[in-house]
């Protein structure tokens, strides 16, 4: 029974940043990995970026240079810092955890961006 929060979501205007936080709680023993998806109307999901508990990311090519994941493993937190936002980022932005190699996901942050 682990819980996903995710926030930090909004509206930006396209070159802005938008800092998103997704934290975890519950019977947590240790935290896998975390990472980010998202899913734009009409398009199917993909990974955003994740990392693993020992720090190694991977990022969707579209947004390296860009975007930035983080973690925080004392607060089961990550976060995904997001620059030089462009319309194509418009997408509710879930966030995934892997605790004790089961899945839980987020409810979603509507992230838009405004040309």
């Known amino acids: 029974q682990v819980q996903v929060v995710e926030s930090g979501g909004g509206l930006v205007q396209a070159g802005g940043s938008l800092r998103l936080s997704c934290a975890a709680s519950?019977?947590?023993?240790?935290?896998?990995?975390m990472g980010w998806y998202r899913q734009a109307p009409g398009k199917q999901r993909e990974l955003v970026a994740s990392?693993?508990?020992?720090?190694?990311?991977t990022y969707r090519d579209s947004v390296k240079g860009r975007f930035t994941i983080s973690r925080d493993n004392a607060k089961n937190t990550v976060y995904l810092q997001m620059n030089s936002l462009k319309p194509e980022d418009t997408a509710i932005y879930y966030c995934?955890?892997?605790?004790?190699?089961?899945?839980?996901w987020g409810q979603g942050t509507q992230v838009t961006v405004s040309s």
């Open positions: 995934a955890v892997t605790e004790r190699l089961r899945n839980y």
């Open positions: 519950g019977s947590i023993f240790s935290i896998n990995a």
């Open positions: 990392i693993t508990s020992g720090g190694t990311t």
